[in-house]
């Protein structure tokens, strides 16, 4: 077994995680399902749309952090439904006076409200405010290496690049694109996006991906709590084999058994 599968911590930014999987909280049917599919997940990172769910800011309504309790999870907050970089930097503000100063924030600004492709221009302009700010930045983007370096260069804790369109369950389009961030990058890559099951989310893992982000895959399963112990098992699998190091693949057959070395008679 290798060394380090013995220690499978990771570092985002300044902080410490054991779980490779985080997860999202939105389109359960209620908070009670929300908290016992996070629960099942083994998630420590737990990601909140500022923009569309009350962490606080509506005292009069049910609040997400009664079943993600901050003092269990990790919150990320996230800019989901920005699509423009001044909108997208004043949600991460207003997050941070709502989790008394948390700083590690989720990063999106889309470009098209049917696609919720990343606006690269805007995204790169609300990076660089957020990490001036004091922000560790996790920033969800396409699958361009090139963009990918310009994101890590600038400061950016994290890269996570889209597997396929958010919410869509295609799964990984683009292995090649993926493998050459992984390569190249030296903060986490995180797939975030398009995945819809776990043979998926294990794809990612044996690809080298630090981790991995989901929520439709979970929230919209016909059984979420299971498809949260699922994708906790796929996760931990995938990383596993790309420890492990996959076999050689080979355009011929290769027996399982010597073929010398025996008599027969």
């Given amino acids: 077994m290798p060394a380090d599968f013995n220690d499978e911590s990771f570092l985002v930014g300044s902080r410490r995680f054991s779980s490779r999987l985080l997860v999202g909280t939105g389109k359960y049917k209620d908070l009670t399902e929300t908290g016992a599919a996070i629960g099942a997940s083994g998630a420590e990172i737990v990601t909140v749309a500022i923009r569309r769910t009350n962490i606080g800011q509506h005292a009069d309504q049910p609040n997400l952090l009664d079943v993600i309790s901050p003092d269990k999870y990790t919150i990320l907050p996230n800019t989901a439904g920005c699509f423009d970089a001044d909108s997208a930097i004043r949600t991460c503000q207003l997050a941070r006076e709502l989790l008394d100063g948390h700083n590690l924030v989720k990063l999106e600004v889309l470009g098209d409200k049917d696609n919720l492709y990343p606006n690269i221009t805007e995204t790169l302009k609300a990076a ?138």
């Fill in 128 to 265: 660089r405010v957020l990490i001036d700010d004091g922000f560790e930045v996790m920033v969800y983007t396409s699958d361009d290496p090139i963009v990918a370096q310009e994101l890590e260069s600038m400061g950016c804790v994290a890269i996570m690049p889209l597997g396929s369109l958010i919410g869509s369950g295609l799964g990984l389009l683009n292995r090649h694109t993926l493998s050459l961030i992984i390569e190249n990058a030296n903060v986490p890559v995180l797939v975030d996006a398009g995945v819809g099951t776990a043979s998926d989310a294990a794809i990612a893992m044996e690809l080298g991906c630090d981790g991995v982000l989901m929520n439709s895959a979970i929230a919209n399963a016909q059984h979420p709590v299971l498809m949260a112990q699922a994708m906790k098992h796929a996760v931990w699998a995938g990383r596993a084999a790309f420890l492990a190091g996959r076999m050689p693949m080979r355009r011929m057959a290769s027996a399982s058994s010597p073929q010398t070395g025996y008599f027969f008679q």
